[in-house]
């Protein structure tokens, strides 16, 4: 069955400094990957999507990410974090079954951010 | 191009009431999907409208319910509400069915009492 996990429930970094969030992902074909951000009280906004070609993808905000297959991981990457970054972060995987298709998601990490 | 709303955003009801919630896509997004989040479950996929149709259905009971209408707004319906259904309640858009690109909407919070 699909399935994604994000190993890290919580994860505090200090403004300016670098971040990785891990992803691991559980699917039979290739993916379609997805880094969503949750701040409070709000609903999910799209950071970046891998379908396919280049394996490192750009998204906004000074966000990008690494699909890599041998690894089934998906590590969203930030070189310098700032006090606003501070949020949760979904991995999610386009999965397909016989009814149609649907996203997928991790737990969620949740980031903060010292000054 | 305005992002995807859903009304209300917070909504209070007593175990054994209904609930009607609304969403409606971005301009020209004809697919809307529904998920639910607790913090116990995290996010789960509810089903996804198109063309008025349910196209996909997650594991859920049959108390959930939804529909589409012509133009692309979709209202999900939950019967017989229980505490556990307490909950954000998330729509998302996409431009066609079986898109994994979603948008998703602020989302609804539905406290049960």
């Known amino acids: 069955a699909q399935s994604v996990t994000q190993p890290d429930i919580h994860i505090t970094v200090s403004e300016g400094a670098s971040l990785e969030l891990r992803c691991n992902y559980s699917?039979?074909?290739?993916?379609?990957l997805f880094w969503y951000v949750q701040s409070p009280g709000q609903g999910l906004q799209l950071l970046l999507k891998y379908f396919s070609g280049d394996t490192l993808v750009q998204g906004i905000k000074g966000f990008e990410a690494e699909f890599k297959r041998s690894q089934s991981s998906f590590n969203l990457r930030k070189p310098s974090v700032h006090w606003s970054d501070a949020a949760e972060y979904f991995c999610a995987v386009g999965a397909q079954n016989q009814a149609g298709t649907a996203l997928i998601f991790g737990k969620g990490t949740t980031l903060s951010v010292s000054s | 191009k305005a992002g995807v709303t859903q009304t209300p955003r917070y909504l209070i009801k007593t175990r054994g009431q209904q609930v009607t919630l609304s969403c409606s896509p971005i301009s020209g997004h004809r697919s809307v999907s529904w998920y639910q989040q607790t913090p116990g479950q995290g996010l789960q996929f509810l089903f996804e409208?198109?063309?008025?149709?349910?196209?996909n259905k997650g594991n859920f009971p049959g108390r959930f319910s939804g529909r589409q209408f012509s133009n692309s707004r979709s209202e999900m319906n939950v019967s017989t509400l229980e505490l556990g259904d307490s909950a954000l309640y998330l729509c998302?858009?996409?431009?066609?069915?079986?898109?994994?690109?979603?948008?998703f909407g602020p989302g609804t919070r539905l406290t049960v009492t």
């Open positions: 409208y198109f063309s008025e149709t349910q196209r």
């Open positions: 998302a858009s996409s431009l066609v069915v079986g898109s994994y690109e979603q948008y």
């Open positions: 699917y039979g074909a290739t993916p379609y």
